[in-house]
């Protein structure tokens, strides 16, 4: 684009293109508005074509999950209890996403309130199978080669897990590091704001654009911006110390992705070392799904019980789940995740980063699951960033991903570490 080769309005027509091509088969649009989506772009030529200042973002089709509130689009949250919902602003997001000059191509699907209920969205890869969830229509857009960005959220494994079956590089952030005013909130403990792309360099050129301090997200880093792209360009001199970390979920790995990965693990040879997680560890998974459904029953539990007929089965049993448990078992399920994170943090005077599975398997057969979470939900509790890459294949030659999981805070070196696993799979297979 800053060449003259191509203008903002003939990529964002490319895109449009693409989704009328396969948004049939594919589903994961929510919202998509033609003539908004090529209003946005002409705005951002003519910006150019007058000399004034770009943002990093210009001219990039990006598709937003529809819990982030957008002024000129609806934000329904994939439930019927919002259907219909026009917000009167931007979501800090949103506004971050204009600011940069990305094109907010349209919304797209989340499963309801970006918790278990699917949405319509099919893998790209194979139609009868799921794309994961939440972040639905956000994974399998990137994939399908509808937008080249997309916008997600994590509480549990809803950008990492959607990644791994779609085949893209997700990114999920250290905690406190994007905005999160104007999204539908689901756990302020868990709740991060993630991105998708097409490569490890696209995820850091999103998210720089979005680390962007607010008082308005109380939880937000003070300091939130880490120059992604530029540390990126940077090339580490040594290759990184690596360890593969099976989890306490290990016991739910599915045979393909345990074969495929406990392979790939192999070929890495002397740069990765096998570390188990024990002691402290040992109860994280239900740490995590305590603190999970405590919050989720505290910030829906009000429309649960004023309309419950608008709110799908799945979502209700989430609500259940979470007013069943004790004040005392959740103030003891955050301490125990405060050790947790303590204890991992450690971990990391040793290695650069930890390789871990993205998902439990490949994507299953049928759309009315999503796919199983336990992989994600404890690096989702303990803040800390990580990365999906898709590195590997199931049995049926389904994408499956290799998550990165960095130190809190050193995001830069969890992303390297993952341009480094694609950079050596590209040259040797």
Known sequence: MEAGE?????????????????????????????????????????????????????????????????????????????????????????????RAGAVIMGKTVTTEWALTAPGKTANPHDSKRTPGGSSS?????????????SIGTQTGGSMIRPASFCGVFGYKPTFGSIPRC???????????????????????LLADALMVHDPGDWDMRSSPGQELVAALEERPADPPRLAFVRTPAWNEAEDDMAKALEEYIAGLGDRVREVELEGVFADIVPTHRTVMHANV??????????????MRK???????????????????????????AQALDRLFDHYDALLTPSAAGQAPVGLGFTGNHVFNGMWTLLGVPSVSVPLLKGTDGMPIGVQVIGRRGEDAKALNCGRWLWDRFEKTG
């Open 314 to 340: 799945e979502t209700m049993e989430r609500v259940d789940a979470g007013n069943a448990i004790a004040s005392a078992d959740y103030i003891r399920a955050l301490g125990r995740a405060e050790a947790q």
């Open 182 to 204: 104007g999204i539908s909130m689901l756990a302020r403990r868990l709740d991060t704001i993630g991105v998708y792309g097409r490569e490890v360099e696209d995820l850091a």
């Open 137 to 149: 229509g956000s994974a399998a857009s990137v994939a399908d080669n509808m937008v080249p960005l």
């Open 297 to 310: 029953a505290a910030n829906l539990g009000e429309a649960a019980e004023k309309a419950p007929d608008k």
């Open 6 to 98: 191509f203008t903002a309005e003939e990529l964002t027509r490319a895109c449009l293109d693409r989704i009328a091509e396969r948004e049939e088969v594919v589903g994961a649009w929510a919202y998509l508005d033609e003539n908004l989506a090529l209003d946005q772009a002409r705005a951002l030529d003519a910006k150019k074509d007058a000399g004034e200042t770009l943002g990093p973002l210009h001219g990039l089709p990006v598709g937003v999950k529809d819990i982030f509130d957008t002024a000129d689009m609806p934000t329904e949250c994939g439930s019927e209890y919002y259907a219909g919902r026009r917000p009167l602003e931007d979501s800090a997001v949103a506004a971050l996403l204009r």
